[in-house]
T-cell receptor, first 114, second 112 residues
Framework: DTEVTQTPKHLVMGMTNKKSLKCEQH?????MYWYKQKAKKPPELMFV???????INESVPSRFSPECPNSSLLNLHLHALQPEDSALYLC?????????????FGQGTRLTVV | QQQVKQSPQSLIVQKGGISIINCAYE??????FPWYQQFPGKGPALLIA?????SEKKEGRFTISFNKSAKQFSLHIMDSQPGDSATYFC???????????FGQGTRLTINP
């Protein structure tokens, strides 16, 4: 099973709303990632969790707040987003702590900020 | 030096033909080169990956060719099918890195 499950698949939120994206994997992977992807562009790394600890924050605005409750779950809390934050948000996981091993992406959450 | 340059940006191939997408890199520390396939509205799916100790890797109709001296690698799709129409991303990473460096993507269209 190489599945990374993300919920919800689609989300529309107002600029004053608070919402959360969820990601789950049961492959025993110890590293989990949040990526943001705009149309016709490659994914851009946002955060990396390694062994449930935040190891990379790519200078992401504080309106995005990641959380890793356990080794299988990853959340992304959203608050006071801007319309330009509308994008496909992707979760990924990898076997090792580093990205030079197989990494698998979820199907993404299509976020629209209105 | 962290870039991966991918070409072409878009590619149209007839059904049954060979699709070829190329990537070039500068950082000789890169030691892992995956290719991802992405359909509209879906997440990238790992297609095939190669390490520098081999020059070619084949999985079904998909082959990666790797040229270490030229710092280039390419994806070949044999007998291309309409269902292969998608965006393809090459990427690179290295030991100790927690980040994939992606190419800019190639939008492949297979005409029936």
């Amino acid at each position: 099973d190489t599945e990374v499950t993300q919920t919800p698949k689609h989300l529309v939120m107002g600029m004053t709303n608070k919402k959360s994206l969820k990601c789950e994997q049961h492959m025993g992977h110890r590293a989990m990632y949040w990526y943001k992807q705009k149309a016709k562009k490659p994914p851009e790394l946002m955060f990396v969790y390694s062994y449930e600890k935040l190891s990379i924050n790519e200078s992401v605005p504080s309106r995005f707040s990641p959380e890793c409750p356990n080794s299988s779950l990853l959340n992304l809390h959203l608050h006071a987003l801007q319309p330009e934050d509308s994008a496909l948000y992707l979760c990924a996981s990898s076997q090792g702590s580093f990205m030079n091993t197989e990494a698998f992406f979820g199907q993404g959450t299509r976020l629209t900020v209105v | 030096q962290q870039q991966v340059k991918q070409s072409p940006q878009s590619l149209i191939v007839q059904k049954g033909g060979i699709s070829i997408i190329n990537c070039a890199y500068e950082n000789t520390a890169f030691d892992y080169f995956p290719w991802y396939q992405q359909f509209p509205g879906k997440g990238p799916a790992l297609l095939i990956a190669i390490r520098p100790d081999v020059s070619e890797k084949k999985e079904g109709r998909f082959t990666i060719s790797f040229n270490k001296s030229a710092k280039q690698f390419s994806l070949h799709i044999m007998d291309s099918q309409p269902g292969d129409s998608a965006t393809y991303f090459c990427a690179a990473s290295k030991q100790g890195a927690q980040k994939l460096v992606f190419g800019q993507g190639t939008r492949l269209t297979i005409n029936p």
